[in-house]
């Protein structure tokens, strides 16, 4: 059980977690005084800390920087505040500090969370509210703030931080980690370290979260954190629009770390009585490395933000027996690119169906305007030449053949040459006058505008409605530029209120038709972040589906992500980054560390390939409780990934070339049970569990040269 308490003393608040506390306090100034976050603290030694904050330490802090910045919970803009604030207003007069007061708390019990609330005041101008929720069982604190105009006139909102989370103490240097990426190389690390005062910022301005960094930090002292060992701090945005997390080692040698939506281009207005409430930015300590870290992430994720898989009764056969977990999907896409037809689209289904597959996806091209991506987005009804009958004989069939049917969308873009923009040139974004710039020949709607969003939503639904569809795939290939607003005063609000749409969109679908099944897709991995995770049930992580670079892509998603909540195809070459004919089973092995499909053009597929095909999605079926569900420990070349319930342990191992004779060590399996003995469900080997453990476990075919994969399934004895 989480808990919060006040002790009224000292002023003080502590947060008990699953295995660590976070605790802040009332400062002599009247502000909020950060006191400690990090491993458990015994309930009465809050007091003892809060006398720690003042004095010596903060003194040194000023006469240094001639500044005040010390640990505050949040950090209004004013006075003499020189590091990174958490928050900056214009008043309507003009002034533009703020001196941010306690000025009650309050602390309750919701939805298997314990709630803290703090009210900060400027003046009667403005009230901020800080919020603090620990749900029971976890090591994750989520914090948001609600920002209130109390005042008589409007109040402009210049930069607006969730949180800001300050490190112990530490002289020493601190390991940032973080990722970096481009299109078809989503989620790679990096790492940076923090040893002397100065700012490390990542972020987007895109209006979506981008492929080029994920909002999610690590941090830990020296880098001396392992994947099994060592305090680890983690990080988290939940905002899928432009987001910021700065990193900044103060002139006083503290370090704290501030996000949330970008201030870049930022302007939010608020009316008088008007509140708006800021994104989560959640936070973690552990105790268990690099991988303890991860894996309090996915369970937390899993518990509390993806939202749940419901299959109707009335559901193809198919999708009732996948049950609460992602079925396997077939995706066109790479097959027929935009020649998408009604003929080549059964054709590809009932090779599908063939092997296994469970449902079975038609992305982009189905709709008229879009014999390329030329044309098209906009007008989401089927293309009567290539389905003169329209999609109904194609779903009927996609059912005959026990497969539920998916469909692609992009619906918060429009192309030139649709109809929609015909009737409509205005409900893009533009600046003014000038010609807005388009990417792969689009344009992105004003989806801030309400009138759009409820288009956007009335057009969605209406298809979900019409069809019989259990997938929807929502892809969005381009990011926000020309952010203007005609007509409106503050179009600067566009930043915020696309991704509000979004949000709001996508949860009225869901709640519209609760059994269909949502995927979450940028151009691959543009838009993956804990935001959008609570909203879809799936995300691209990637359109790379080169096994050797989707490993790494894998391997940087599950930082912060359940890997199973990665949609991952098994694709032809060449193709994207698949440059050479690796194996079926290592372009399968690497699929099935996510959340399985397959792209390839199966008309194309020999029979051997099929059959072995339909042996790893049988597989896949088997194992998909422990990859979805299960805890994951890292190991490099080989993932471990005990079931929930811990009665298995599935390892999925993929590797390179290396040099002569350097064959690879045995993988030590950490999250195994050292009394236990596991049996290998193939080879009937059976092995005990603290020679898994200690000695380690030698993959199959790991001594060879050329990359590789192997995937076991061990299953406890009793
Ligand atoms: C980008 C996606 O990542 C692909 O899977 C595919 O859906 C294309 N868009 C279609 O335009």
Known sequence: MSTISYDESSRSWLIGLASSSYAFCVSDEGSLRHLHWGAPLGSGTVAALTRDCEGPALQRTRDLAWSKDAPDEYVGWGGMRYDEPTLKVTYADGDRGLDLSVAGHRIAEEDGAALLEIDLVDGDRLAVTLHYRAAHGFDVLERWATIRNTGVEEVDVRLAASASWWLPAYDGPWRLRYEHGGWGMEHRLGDVMLATPGKFTLESRRGMTGHQHTPWFTLDRDGAATEETGEVWSGQVAWSGSWKIVA?????????????????????RLA???????????????????????????????ARVLPSIEVSESAPPRLRDAGPWRPVLYNSWEATAFDVTEEGQRALAERAAGIGVELFVVDDGWFPGRPSATGGLGDWRPDP?????????????????GMGFGLWVEPEMVSRDSDLFRAHPDWAYRMGGREPVERRHQLMLNLARPDVADWVLETVDGLLARYDISFLKWDA????????????????????????????ILDALRAAHPSVLIEGCAGGGARVDLGILGHVHQVSSSDNTEPSMRWDIHDGYSQAFPPGTTGTWVSDWPHYGLERPLPLAQRFHVAMAGA???????????????????????????????VQGGRMHRHGEAW??????DSEVVVIAFWRDRPIGNHRPPVRLTGVDATARYRDDTSGTSYDGSL????????????????????????KED
């Open 385 to 401: 030449q290539k389905f003169p009958n329209g999609l109904e004989p194609l779903i009927d069939r996609v059912h005959e053949l």
């Open 272 to 302: 008088v009585g008007q509140e708006t409430a800021l994104p989560v930015f959640a936070g973690l300590h552990t105790a268990d490395g690099l991988g303890g870290a991860s894996r309090a992430w996915h369970d937390w994720t899993r």
């Open 692 to 715: 898994l453990r200690e000695v380690g476990l030698t993959l199959p075919g790991a001594d060879g040269f050329g990359f590789g994969s192997a995937l076991l399934r061990l299953i």
């Open 477 to 504: 290939n381009r990011n926000i530029a020309d952010a203007g607003w005609a007509g409106s005063d503050n179009p600067e609000r566009l930043w915020v209120e696309h991704t509000r749409s979004l949000y709001r």
């Open 640 to 645: 471990e990934l005990v079931a929930a319930d």
């Open 596 to 626: 399985l499909g397959v792209g390839g053009d199966l008309t194309r597929w020999s029979e051997e390939d099929l059959a072995e095909a339909a042996a790893h999605i049988e597989r896949y079926k088997e194992i998909r409780p422990v």
């Open 248 to 268: 900044e080692r103060t002139a006083a040698d503290r370090m704290h770390v501030a996000g949330g939506w970008n201030d870049f281009d930022l302007s939010y």
